[in-house]
């Protein structure tokens, strides 16, 4: 039997959901990824993992990952997350819209996202 290779983030059984667009503006030290709002629970500050491949760039974003509301919204594959970060997330409008600000938006790469079309 085959085996495939371990990402350093696994997607079995997790919740979770694509990104529909996602804007990053390092002048402001400001990132946000918008998704359809599935989550009406989720609003404010709250703990995500960030979750980067080896150029820092985004690969998803794990919300309140030890919670029942937890969601993880991806831009691209799993098996390209090579490290993850513990940050804090700013959510709004039913789970939709997630804004990195300050050292979390600075812990992503600058400039366009090779997972987002």
């Known amino acids: 039997m085959a085996q495939r290779p371990q990402a350093a983030y696994d997607s079995d ?12 503006d390092p ?22 993992r960030l979750l980067l491949d080896s150029a820092q760039h985004i690969v998803g974003l794990d919300v309140v990952p030890d919670s029942p509301e937890r969601i993880i919204v991806m ?13 804090r997330v700013h959510i709004e409008h039913g789970g939709g819209s997630f804004r990195l600000q300050g050292h979390a938006a600075k812990l992503i790469a600058p400039g366009a996202n090779p997972y987002v079309f």
């Open 75 to 87: 831009l691209g594959p799993h098996e390209k997350v090579s490290r993850t970060e513990e940050v």
């Open 27 to 48: 002048s402001t030290a400001t990132v946000v990824i918008v998704t359809e709002p599935t989550r009406p629970n989720l609003h404010g500050d709250l703990p995500a």
């Open 13 to 24: 059984m997790l919740p979770e959901q694509s990104a529909s667009s996602y804007a990053n």
